[in-house]
């Protein structure tokens, strides 16, 4: 084989050849795409490269580490999951733990999201089988001590999902392209043994007081000072207080708990990734011959507005979309404009800084020549 190989694709290949990505390789293609969260990057790196180094052990040595994900909305926990998921060159599906219910009640079964996985698949059970589910909201399954219908309806989802996380066949109805369906369809028994499963949620008890950031440089800097959430030590037994089935905690073993993001992230989060939101706008306005600059102060009154609404990363981009909506309809229309300018005002005014093109000269002919 000639010619340079992407990570994803040696990815691909250790999968099939048995061979394992380095932890620290892992690590460095989370860094493109996951901003901050340096412990839990290095955390899911060891566990991702244990999970491959698993796929192939003949012996059965190595048991099976799936992963709970612990933090506040929008810190990352589903990007985390889904850029996992390329990096094994597996499918990846993502369910919420707020539409499970037990056998017999009103709402999805547990198998939902095996039915999602093969979906992602496109029906290929094998393949299925190595891939990735990511339960949210799982902290909304816990048995918050009333004794009432909530109570023995969320102990039951745990106790559905306890043989999923295990290891287990389970056999449920879809019909011939992998959908679900009552009718006209026919069982398909999947082994979860070695789909690898990560739950997250918010834990918002387990969270202590907030604590003061400053930013002594950049512009960030002038007594700026961020208020995130700061994590207890997040463990079984303080899982198994706040309401977890201890046999529920004890199939996930690899606990990770991720900050909440600072104003200096998200500004971060805005521009420095891969597939940044900032650069996806760029590329489209691009498209129609303009320029789009997003000035600092104008990363920053973003950042702030997603801090105030308590949104996290997750709502950077339905700012930006609000923010960008005259733009992205009027300029597409326009010949004479050649820039357009984000400030810190536009934020606050929704009005862009435009820039014309500048009109060219034509040469005019007279009878002493040319001018």
């Known amino acids: 084989m000639s010619g340079k190989i992407s990570f994803l694709e040696r990815g691909k290949m250790d999968l099939k050849m048995g061979t394992v990505v380095a932890p620290c390789e892992i690590y460095n293609y989370l860094e493109r795409f996951v901003i901050g969260q340096d412990r839990a990057k290095k955390v899911l790196s060891v566990a991702v490269c244990n999970h491959i180094k698993r796929l192939h052990d003949r012996k059965g040595l190595i048991k099976k580490s799936n992963i709970l994900l612990v933090g506040p909305s929008g810190c990352g926990k589903t990007l985390l999951a889904e850029t996992l998921a390329k990096i094994l060159c ?83 109805p879809v019909l011939g392209n992998g959908k679900r369906g009552k009718s006209n369809c026919e069982n398909v028994s999947i082994d979860t043994s070695n789909i690898l499963f990560v739950c997250g949620g918010a834990f918002g008890e387990l969270t202590d007081t907030n604590v003061v950031v400053e930013h002594p440089i950049g512009f960030l800097a002038g007594g700026c000072r961020d208020e995130v959430p700061s994590m207890e030590p997040v463990n079984a037994e303080s899982l198994v207080k706040y309401g977890m089935m201890p046999e529920f905690v004890g199939r996930l073993p690899v606990i990770c708990s991720l900050d909440g993001l600072t104003e200096s992230d998200l500004v971060r989060i805005l521009t420095e990734p891969e597939d940044a939101v900032t650069k996806e706008y760029e590329s489209m306005l691009k498209k129609d011959g303009v320029k789009l600059v997003f000035e600092p102060g104008a990363l920053s009154e973003i950042a702030k507005m997603a801090v105030a609404r308590k949104t996290g990363a997750r709502g950077l981009r339905s700012i930006l979309e609000d923010l960008m909506l005259d733009v992205m309809y009027d300029l597409p229309g326009r010949t004479d404009i050649s820039k357009c300018v984000i400030t810190a005002e536009t934020v606050r005014s929704g009005k862009p800084k435009l820039v014309k093109k500048r009109a060219r000269r034509t040469a005019v002919k007279t009878d002493a020549g040319i001018c």
């Open 90 to 172: 597996v499918p990846f599906a993502e369910a919420d733990a707020t539409s499970m219910t037990q056998a017999g009640y009103v709402g999805d079964d547990v198998w939902i999201c095996l039915q999602r996985l093969l979906e992602a698949a496109d029906g290929d059970l094998k393949l299925a089988e190595k891939g990735i589910i990511f339960i949210d909201e799982i902290d909304k399954i816990a048995c918050r001590g009333s004794g009432g219908v909530g109570d023995v309806s969320s102990r039951g989802v745990q106790a559905g999902l306890l043989k999923l996380l295990e290891g287990c066949v389970v056999s449920f």
